[in-house]
C-alpha cells in the first residue's frame, strides 16, 4: 500500500470527500464558494511561508488536502444540474399543467414492456429557454416508431416528478435518475410528438449514425438477429434488443459484465492493439508512436460505442493505464490510476455514484495489487498451464475486489464465476478481435461471409456456454441480506488480509484480527438491532392488499389467497425480508381486527363489513369497500385512517377530503408510500 504515501493518493482522497460532502448534505452554493475561497486562501499563506522556511511542511500538506476538499465540494455543485438557475426544475409551474416542450434526443435507452425511451436534452419549455435531461417515455404501437439521436421534437403533455420508492428496501428508481441528472419523465404517443427537420449534428449524432450503419450491414448479410444482439452489445453498447432470458443467464452464470462495454472491453482492446503493435521498436520515439495509436484506438472505440458514460470512464481509465505502461515503470500505473480518477470525476462527479464506476475502478486495483501475489503461489511449467493459471488469478483478484460491492448492490453471487471466466474470456478474447475486424468493414460497408458467419457461431457458441452453467441455479445465492456496515467491515478484512499476506509480520497479524472482530461486531450489533425491533408495515400493493408485522427476523405476512400462495415470489416482500436480514415465518389470511404494539386496527374490504361497537387506533382501507366514511367515523372514531394502492383513485381522494373535514391523519400509500407502525 506505498501508493497511499504518495501525495496524488492523498489529494485523490480528499477531493473524493469533497464530493460526499456536497452529495450527502446539499449545502448552499454560496457556502461552499467561501469554503473555496477560504481553502485557497489558507493554501497561497502556507505555500509562501513554506518556500521562506517559516513554517513546517505539514501545514502547507494539510492546506493541500483541504484545497482539494473545497474543490471536491465546488465540483459538485457546479455539476448538479439542480443548482443551475436554467434548469427546468426551477420552474414554478414545471409539474402544475401540461407544457409544450422543445427536446433534443441525445440517447436511447432499453424499452421497457410499453414505452420505447429516451434520454432528452431540454432547450425550451413553452416561450421560456430552459436546460436539463428529462426522460421521454413513448408508447409502443403496432408502427414501432424510432427516434433518431440528435432529433429536436415539440411534445405537448405535463411532466411528472421523479417518485420514490413506495415500499421499503425497494430499488429507488426516482434517485436512480437523479443521479443521472434526470429530474423528471414525460410519457406520450408518438402521434403527439413534432419531429423538426434540424437534427442536432454532434459526436452523438454521428456515433449513432456509424452504429446504425454498422448493425443493418450486418443484418443485409443474413446475421442471425439474437447473435447480433449480443455482438452490438459486446462491440457497439448497445443492450436495448438483448433478450430478457440471454441476460438472465448472464447473470447467474456471473457473466453479465460482458454485455456492457466497460472496463474489461477496453482492455481487450488495449491488449489486442498493444499485440499488433509488437513489431514496432521500444524506443523513444517508437513506444510514443505506439501511445498515440493506442490512444487513437480507444478513443475511435469510445465513440463507436456510443460515447455513454460506461466507455467514456472505461476508456478515460485505460488511457492512463497505457500512459503508465509507456512510463515503464510499475508504480506509475497506480499513480496513473489515481490521475484518472481525479481527472475523470472533476469534469463528471457524479460518476463516483455510479455502480460500474465503482466496480470498475475497484476490480482494476485489485487486479494490479493482488493478482500478482496469488500468480507467485504456483509456476506452471507450461505456456497453457500458465495461461489459465494467469486467467485464473487475474479472475480471483477481481472478483475478491468487487466481491462486496456486488452483494452489496445486487444481493446475490454466482459460485460458478471461476469456471465462466476460464471458459468464456480465452473465448471472448477470440471474440472481440474478430466482432472488432467485422465492425470496422461493415462501417465501410464491406461484409466478409466467412468472418461474419465466424463471429455469429462464436456467440452462439458463447451463449451455450453460459446458458449451460448458468442452469446450474443451486451455485447462485441469492437474496443475501447486506448492508452498508457490512459492507465497509468486510473490506478492511480483505485489505488487512491482503496487507498481512503481502509481507507478514506480527503487526499485520494483529490488524487482520483486529478487522475480523471489527466485522463480528458489525454482525452481531446488526443482529442485536434486528431482534429488538417490532413493526407493522402496509405496503404499497396495486392488485392485492399486503401487510407485515415483523417481531425481530421473524415476519408474519396478512395477505388474501392469492398473495399467500406466492408468498417469497412477491419483489416487494422479498426486498423487504432481505433489507431487514428476516425470514418469513408466518402465513395468515387477511382478517378484519389486528392488534400490534397495544394499537388495535381495523381493516375494512370490499365487502366493507366489519364488528360494531369497536373503536379502533388505526382504520386501513383496502379493495375498495363501499362504505359511507363520516357515517363510519361517527361508530368507530379512529386516530388514524390508511388507504393502500388496491382502492379506486376516486375513492382515496374522497375519502382524503373526509379525513381533511374531520381533521383525521389520512395516509394513502399510493401518494406517501408504504405506512410503517412502529
Known amino acids: 500500500m506505498k501508493v497511499l504515501q504518495f501525495p496524488l493518493a492523498r489529494i485523490t482522497i480528499g477531493f473524493v470527500m469533497g464530493i460526499l460532502l456536497a452529495y450527502y448534505l446539499k449545502p448552499n452554493p454560496q457556502l461552499v464558494i467561501a469554503l473555496l475561497l477560504i481553502a485557497v486562501f489558507a493554501f497561497g499563506i502556507a505555500f509562501f511561508l513554506s518556500k521562506r522556511s517559516i513554517t513546517n511542511a505539514m501545514y502547507f500538506g494539510l492546506t493541500t488536502y483541504f484545497l482539494a476538499f473545497g474543490?471536491?465540494?465546488?465540483?459538485?455543485?457546479?455539476?448538479?444540474?439542480?443548482?443551475?438557475?436554467?434548469?427546468?426544475?426551477?420552474?414554478?409551474?414545471?409539474?402544475?399543467?401540461?407544457?409544450?416542450?422543445?427536446?433534443?434526443i441525445r440517447e436511447k435507452l432499453k424499452s421497457s414492456s410499453y414505452n420505447d425511451r429516451y434520454i432528452v436534452l431540454v432547450n425550451k419549455i413553452d416561450d421560456s429557454i430552459y436546460t436539463g435531461r428529462i426522460l421521454l417515455n413513448v408508447r409502443k404501437d403496432s408502427l414501432n416508431h424510432s427516434l433518431e439521436i440528435g432529433t429536436h421534437l415539440q411534445i405537448n403533455g405535463s411532466l411528472y416528478k421523479n417518485i420514490p420508492a413506495k415500499n421499503p428496501n425497494q430499488f429507488d428508481y426516482g434517485k436512480y435518475l437523479e443521479g443521472k441528472q434526470i429530474y423528471a419523465q414525460i410519457y406520450t404517443d408518438a402521434a403527439n410528438i413534432k419531429t423538426g427537420s434540424i437534427i442536432n449534428k454532434d459526436a452523438w449524432y454521428?456515433?449513432?449514425?456509424?452504429?446504425?450503419?454498422?448493425?443493418?450491414?450486418?443484418?443485409?448479410?443474413?446475421?442471425?438477429?439474437?447473435?447480433?444482439?449480443?455482438?452490438?452489445?459486446?462491440i457497439l453498447g448497445q443492450q436495448q434488443d438483448i433478450s430478457p432470458d440471454i441476460i438472465r443467464d448472464y447473470q447467474y452464470a456471473g457473466a453479465v459484465h460482458i454485455l456492457s462495454v466497460s472496463g474489461l472491453h477496453i482492455g481487450f482492446i488495449l491488449l489486442f492493439v498493444t499485440f499488433l503493435l509488437k513489431p514496432f521498436p521500444n524506443t523513444r520515439r517508437g513506444s510514443f508512436i505506439k501511445l498515440i495509436i493506442i490512444l487513437f484506438s480507444l478513443s475511435s472505440f469510445g465513440i463507436i460505442a456510443g460515447l455513454a458514460p460506461s466507455v467514456v470512464r472505461s476508456v478515460a481509465m485505460f488511457s492512463f493505464v497505457a500512459i503508465g505502461m509507456y512510463l515503464r515503470r510499475s508504480t506509475y500505473i497506480f499513480h496513473t490510476l489515481l490521475v484518472s480518477i481525479l481527472l475523470i470525476l472533476l469534469f463528471q462527479p457524479s460518476f463516483l455514484f455510479d455502480v460500474g464506476f465503482q466496480l470498475s475502478y475497484v476490480a482494476l486495483f485489485f487486479i494490479l495489487w493482488l493478482q500478482p501475489l496469488l500468480y507467485q503461489l504456483w509456476s506452471p511449467k507450461n505456456k497453457i498451464g500458465n495461461y489459465f493459471w494467469e486467467i485464473l488469478t487475474v479472475s480471483f483478484a477481481a472478483q475478491i475486489g468487487a466481491f462486496p460491492l456486488s452483494?452489496?448492490?445486487?444481493?446475490?453471487?454466482?459460485?460458478?464465476?471461476?469456471?465462466?471466466?476460464?471458459?468464456?474470456?480465452?473465448?471472448?478474447?477470440i471474440i472481440m478481435?474478430?466482432?472488432?475486424?467485422?465492425?470496422?468493414?461493415?462501417?465501410?460497408?464491406?461484409?466478409?461471409?466467412?468472418?461474419?458467419?465466424?463471429?455469429?457461431?462464436?456467440?452462439?457458441?458463447?451463449?451455450?456456454?453460459?446458458?449451460?452453467?448458468?442452469?446450474?441455479?443451486?451455485?447462485?445465492?441469492?437474496?443475501?441480506?447486506?448492508?452498508?456496515?457490512?459492507?465497509?467491515?468486510?473490506?478492511?478484512?480483505?485489505?488487512?488480509?491482503?496487507?498481512?499476506?503481502?509481507?507478514?509480520?506480527?503487526?499485520?497479524?494483529?490488524?487482520?484480527?483486529?478487522?475480523?472482530?471489527?466485522?463480528?461486531?458489525?454482525?452481531?450489533?446488526?443482529?442485536?438491532?434486528?431482534?429488538?425491533?417490532?413493526?407493522?408495515?402496509?405496503?404499497?400493493?396495486?392488485?392485492?392488499?399486503?401487510?407485515?408485522?415483523?417481531?425481530?427476523?421473524?415476519?408474519?405476512?396478512?395477505?388474501?389467497?392469492?398473495?399467500?400462495?406466492?408468498?417469497?415470489?412477491?419483489?416487494?416482500?422479498?426486498?423487504?425480508?432481505?433489507?431487514?436480514?428476516?425470514?418469513?415465518?408466518?402465513?395468515?389470511?387477511?382478517?378484519?381486527?389486528?392488534?400490534?404494539?397495544?394499537?388495535?386496527?381495523?381493516?375494512?374490504?370490499?365487502?366493507?363489513?366489519?364488528?360494531?361497537?369497536i373503536h379502533p387506533d388505526i382504520l386501513i382501507l383496502t379493495q375498495s369497500p363501499k362504505i359511507n366514511l363520516n357515517r363510519l367515523f361517527k361508530t368507530t372514531k379512529p386516530k388514524m385512517v390508511v388507504a393502500d394502492a388496491s382502492n379506486y383513485r376516486t375513492y382515496i381522494d374522497l375519502w382524503k377530503a373526509t379525513c381533511v373535514k374531520e381533521k383525521i391523519p389520512f395516509h394513502a400509500t399510493g401518494e406517501k408510500g408504504f405506512y410503517r407502525l412502529n
Open 71 to 104: 474543490i471536491g465540494a465546488t465540483t459538485q455543485i457546479i455539476h448538479t444540474d439542480s443548482f443551475q438557475k436554467s434548469n427546468y426544475i426551477h420552474s414554478k409551474t414545471i409539474f402544475e399543467k401540461p407544457h409544450l416542450l422543445s427536446v433534443t
Open 433 to 613: 478481435a474478430l466482432g472488432v475486424l467485422v465492425m470496422v468493414l461493415a462501417a465501410f460497408d464491406y461484409v466478409p461471409f466467412y468472418l461474419a458467419k465466424s463471429l455469429e457461431w462464436s456467440i452462439y457458441i458463447l451463449d451455450k456456454i453460459i446458458n449451460s452453467i448458468a442452469s446450474l441455479e443451486q451455485f447462485i445465492i441469492r437474496d443475501i441480506p447486506f448492508n452498508w456496515y457490512f459492507l465497509a467491515s468486510l473490506y478492511l478484512l480483505i485489505i488487512a488480509t491482503i496487507i498481512w499476506f503481502q509481507k507478514p509480520s506480527f503487526n499485520k497479524l494483529a490488524l487482520v484480527l483486529i478487522a475480523i472482530i471489527i466485522f463480528q461486531i458489525t454482525y452481531f450489533e446488526t443482529r442485536w438491532t434486528i431482534q429488538n425491533q417490532k413493526e407493522l408495515v402496509v405496503f404499497n400493493s396495486k392488485k392485492t392488499t399486503l401487510i407485515t408485522e415483523r417481531n425481530g427476523e421473524n415476519v408474519t405476512l396478512y395477505a388474501n389467497d392469492s398473495l399467500l400462495k406466492i408468498g417469497l415470489k412477491n419483489k416487494p416482500l422479498n426486498s423487504y425480508l432481505m433489507g431487514n436480514f428476516s425470514q418469513l415465518k408466518t402465513k395468515n389470511k387477511l382478517q378484519n381486527l389486528l392488534f400490534f404494539n397495544g394499537k388495535k386496527i381495523l381493516i375494512l374490504d370490499s365487502l366493507g363489513v366489519y364488528p360494531k361497537n
Open 407 to 429: 452483494i452489496y448492490y445486487f444481493h446475490q453471487f454466482p459460485g460458478l464465476f471461476f469456471v465462466t471466466n476460464l471458459v468464456i474470456i480465452p473465448f471472448l478474447s
Open 206 to 234: 454521428y456515433s449513432s449514425k456509424l452504429r446504425t450503419k454498422i448493425i443493418r450491414n450486418l443484418e443485409k448479410s443474413n446475421f442471425n438477429k439474437a447473435e447480433l444482439n449480443v455482438a452490438a452489445a459486446l
